[in-house]
């Protein structure tokens, strides 16, 4: 995160605060439903680039999720999903996903732990800053995406 001497702002403590882990690909489904029923004033954010300052339109919102499911599917070699979080199941409004090739400890107990790849939250994104090095394979699908 940013460290700047400011006050803590809404997406600091949404991105420090309490989540819960979505366990289940078919849990994931209804994640992305409770996305979808209120499309209006997501952002999406991608660790250690510039945050966004726009809100996503809604088609932009379901090509994002379209994508990133797929890749999360496609990439993660498990039977359960255990790499998103939420603030809130059924209505979310901050959501952290982290890169299934580059999950370290995504709980976050272990000193030094990483920051989510990928962030949709309904509030103004700040800085994800991540020392690790973002792969082109991901710079490329990010700007795919929003191209």
Sequence with gaps: ?????????????????????????????????????????WYASLSGTEPAQQTLAADALKEFVGEVDALLRREHEEKYCGIVYADDLKQPSFIKIYDPHNLGSSCGVHAGAHPPRWVLSKQLPEAIVDSAPLPGSRKRWWQAIFS
């Design 1 to 41: 995160m940013n460290t700047q001497d400011t006050p803590e702002g809404a997406f600091a403590k949404k991105f420090k605060g309490r989540l819960y882990g979505v366990m289940q690909w078919h849990d994931l489904d209804a994640l992305w439903q409770g996305v979808y029923v209120a499309p209006e004033g």
